[in-house]
């Protein structure tokens, strides 16, 4: 069963920059176009970006919010994919977790997540 754990959060200031990790422990990973979602406190949990599979391309989406400030990216050998954000700010502050875009099937077990906060 594929096990998926996020890292690279933290606190940074507003403007700041973070790189989010999300290991795989599954070579099914390749496969699958991935995304990072995140949920903040009292709302729902939001995709904010995906990437599709290598052999479809690996065409990325984001939403509008994170639009020209996040890159998605996926290093297939490691199993794992990344998420840059840039100039953060404080509406950015969540748990940050990856999995698949829906529209590719049901979810991978979910991991921990990995808190980033953004201060004013």
């Known amino acids: 069963q594929v096990q998926l754990v996020e890292s690279g959060g933290g606190l940074v200031q507003a403007g700041g920059s973070l790189r989010l990790s999300c290991a795989s422990s599954g070579s099914i990973f390749s496969i699958n176009a991935m995304g990072w979602y995140r949920q903040a406190p009292g709302k729902q949990r939001e995709l904010v970006a995906d990437i599709t599979s290598e052999t479809s391309g690996g065409i990325t989406n984001y939403a509008d919010s994170v639009k020209g400030r996040f890159t998605i990216s996926r290093d297939n050998p490691k199993n794992t994919v990344y998420l840059q954000m840039n100039n953060l700010k404080p509406e950015d502050t969540a748990v940050y977790y990856c999995?698949?875009?829906?529209?590719?099937?049901?979810?991978?077990?979910w991991g921990q997540g990995t808190q980033v906060t953004v201060s004013s």
């Open positions: 999995n698949k875009p829906l529209y590719v099937g049901t979810w991978f077990p």
